[in-house]
């Protein structure tokens, strides 16, 4: 099984840029690719990207183009099915997940996000990508009108996605104490909310 991870290092969570500056975004989006890496070390993995350069010891690169949908279009048409596509924002996925993923016997297996994208795509069988948006309606339609069958996985672990400020907190909580990642949110001030001190205060006052 070949793990799919898309990724673009210009633009790497621009949706945070207002708390964030590049450099800070790219090490973000860095150690939560290493913490993705946990959940996934025993499959043949991919960094999907046009401009990743970082050598990560748990990850093989391809150069792809630009647009996500070609991009992993292209991926799958030269490393074959099958393919399990996830996005570089889910920190919190566990080797469970993978292995019940996995555990599914049906062509197609989709795991939605917490603002409807898919956070997960199991690809035994083809259907056209739709990743823009509310993707994981789109997948799912897609999934129904092919001839494939196709099944949901729902984990609280896939589900919840690190794009905005409100992720941050949330998505630090759970993370391991041992986490590299926990431990560097854990030292950020939380500007966009006046709090004026880290994470790690305002975590333990609650």
């Not at 945070?16 to 690719?33: C, G, T, V």
């Not at 993995?45 to 279009?73: C, G, H, M, Q, T």
């Not at 001839?147 to 996605?161: A, E, G, L, T």
Request: with cysteine; hydrophobic share 35%.
């Amino acid at each position: 099984m070949k793990v799919l991870i898309p990724y673009r290092a210009e633009k790497t969570k621009s949706s945070l840029s207002a708390i964030f500056d590049e450099k800070e975004r790219k090490k973000l989006s860095e150690l939560m690719l290493w913490e993705i890496s946990k959940a996934i070390t025993k499959l043949d993995s991919y960094i999907v990207s046009p401009d990743f350069e970082k050598n990560l010891d748990s990850y093989k690169i391809y150069k792809s183009p630009i647009r996500l949908n070609k991009a992993l279009n292209d991926a799958i048409e030269h490393l074959e099915l099958p393919v399990l596509i996830l996005p570089s924002d889910i920190p919190l996925i566990k080797k469970e997940d993978i292995d019940n993923i996995l555990g599914f016997e049906e062509d197609i297996v989709i795991s939605p996000g917490e603002r409807k994208g898919t956070n997960a795509l199991l690809l035994r069988k083809k259907i056209p990508l739709n990743y823009s948006g509310k993707s994981f309606p789109k997948h799912l339609n897609a999934a129904k009108e092919s001839p494939h069958s196709y099944s949901i996985y729902r984990s609280k672990n896939i589900y919840k996605d690190l794009d905005k400020l409100s992720d941050i907190k949330k998505i630090t909580k759970e993370l391991p104490k041992q986490s590299e990642l926990k431990k560097w949110l854990c030292q950020l001030p939380l500007p966009n909310q006046g709090l004026g001190r880290g994470l790690k205060e305002s975590l333990i006052e609650e």
